[in-house]
């Protein structure tokens, strides 16, 4: 048998034996590749799908730590680097003298050497979320030897990034790739007033991360209901533990949207919003504690349809020039409704639901400050229709006749992120507009106060692009009081 075998491989012709020599090199390659398999994972098998997907969905994971990461270095470092090194309002100094009892006595009690106003004496009526983070940072500045009042006011740094990857992770779990995600949270973070506000003391911030972790439960509730709604109970409890007002402008509207999305999700998104929930009451009534020592006949005195004006276009504060991504974010609402009606729909309320509340309160400008700041805690519900914007936008200018299109959104985001920029780089306790409102900011009469908000001469905007031409009033590392000269 043998002997037949060698007289017919001898007996073929040089074609026959080049065919079976690469036949034999085939056979031994996939013998080498089982081999290898076998032996690097037999207890998953030969042809194991798992195996397969898992190889494949390592490059994905490269690209998405890649991706994760350079939001988060790009953010933390813009907001370590317009920093204020001392709190910079009544509030921040507040929940700075909150923060310092935390780290050094456990306790959370204010002197009155700390309130000049006595309104929070000696127990404050703000939220405990932006003490607590001071007070890690405080702790932390005493045991390397630093100055404990420089590490709190980083404290927003943080909470800017964190925001950022949370909008991030939103985009991922919406379905969007690495890249995507990366320019929808790097747009929302730093096109809207997030990126302002990051060089206050101010509880803005934190709120709003409570906010974009509330979306990620949201959207995810559609899948896993249980993990979802916990996730959106844990971003309504952070939320409320940074501002109590989100008990009533936030907590309400994302239950409704777990109740949608999820309805057995329902108990979960309870149980994680309910510790904070319990926490507060504790801390904010507990004391007898009212916010900022007035009742809600005092505060809410401002007529409704001016200050939704104000807040929605005014010159002072109006969210269309502070946030001109605002307007291509409108103009995706049908695009985001079609693909997640319950999640836009949560989105528009939540921003939505804030302009009549405070356009009724006295101070709708929100003090000493830089655009909307009540609308701030709601910019990451930019989020899904910032997501449209770019998702589509970018694959029609196959088509010459849409590049213009992709242009002027391309504008409009670069001219947004400026207009951030301005107000994290100049101090705007040195514009008219608020040094105007400073003489009238006394008056109980609020005609003196929207009178300069409407006021075009007033443009906060174009006064700091100047000052920031000039290099003058510049913010970065400011340790002085927004609105209180001499202090």
Not at 97 to 121: G, W
Not at 353 to 369: D, H, I, T
Request: proline fraction near 6%; glycine fraction near 8%; charged fraction near 10%.
């Amino acid at each position: 048998m043998v002997g037949y075998r060698v007289c017919q491989r001898f007996s073929e012709s040089p074609h026959d034996r080049a065919q079976l020599g690469h036949l034999q090199v085939e056979r031994m390659t996939e013998s080498f590749a089982v081999s290898s398999n076998v032996s690097t994972a037999p207890h998953l098998g030969v042809d194991n799908p798992a195996t397969s997907r898992a190889v494949a969905a390592r490059p994905r994971q490269l690209w998405a730590l890649l991706s994760a990461g350079l939001v988060g270095i790009v953010s933390l470092a813009a907001g370590l680097r317009l920093a204020r090194f001392a709190p910079d309002s009544y509030d921040s100094n507040i929940m700075f003298a909150v923060a310092k009892s935390i780290a050094t006595s456990f306790t959370t009690y204010v002197p009155p050497a700390a309130d000049f106003q006595l309104r929070n004496t000696p127990h404050s009526s703000y939220g405990l979320g932006m003490s607590l983070v001071e007070a890690v940072g405080y702790a932390v500045a005493v045991h390397t030897g630093h100055n404990p009042l420089t590490f709190a006011m980083l404290g927003n740094a943080f909470l800017f990034a964190a925001v950022a990857l949370a909008i991030w992770a939103w985009a991922r779990a919406a379905g969007a790739s690495e890249i995507l995600a990366a320019a929808v949270a790097l747009t929302v973070s730093f096109g809207t007033m997030l990126l302002a506000y990051t060089s206050t003391g101010l509880s803005e911030i934190g709120t709003a991360l409570g906010v974009a972790i509330a979306l990620i439960g949201v959207e995810l509730a559609g899948r896993r209901p249980r993990v979802g709604s916990l996730i959106a109970g844990a971003g309504v409890g952070v939320a409320v533990l940074w501002r109590p007002d989100s008990a009533l402008l936030i907590a309400p509207l994302v239950g409704i949207a777990i109740l949608l999305r999820a309805r057995r999700g329902v108990p979960a998104f309870v149980l994680a919003s309910l510790p904070v929930a319990i926490l507060t009451v504790v801390y904010n009534w507990g004391y007898g504690a009212r916010y900022g020592g007035y009742t809600a006949d005092q505060l809410f005195t401002h007529p409704m349809l001016p200050g939704i004006y104000g807040l929605l276009l005014s010159p002072g504060r109006g969210l269309v020039w502070y946030v001109p991504l605002f307007v291509p974010a409108l103009v995706a609402v049908p695009w985001a409704w079609r693909r997640s009606p319950v999640l836009t729909g949560l989105c528009l309320a939540l921003l939505f639901v804030r302009l009549p509340l405070y356009a009724m309160e006295n101070a709708w400008m929100g003090g000493w400050s830089w655009g909307p700041r009540y609308l701030t805690p709601a910019m990451p519900c930019l989020a899904p229709l910032v997501y449209e914007v770019l998702r589509r936008v970018p694959s029609r200018t196959l088509s010459w006749r849409s590049l213009p299109v992709a242009a002027a959104v391309g504008v409009v985001i670069a001219v947004s992120v400026s207009v951030q920029v301005l107000g994290a780089a100049v101090r705007y306790d040195t514009d008219t507009a608020n040094q105007t409102m400073t003489a009238v900011w006394r008056n109980t009469d609020v005609g003196p106060q929207d009178a300069v908000m409407f006021d075009w001469k007033y443009f906060p905007i174009l006064e700091h692009l100047r000052e920031l031409h000039h290099g003058r009033n510049l913010a970065a590392g400011y340790r002085g009081w927004v609105g209180l000269p001499n202090n």
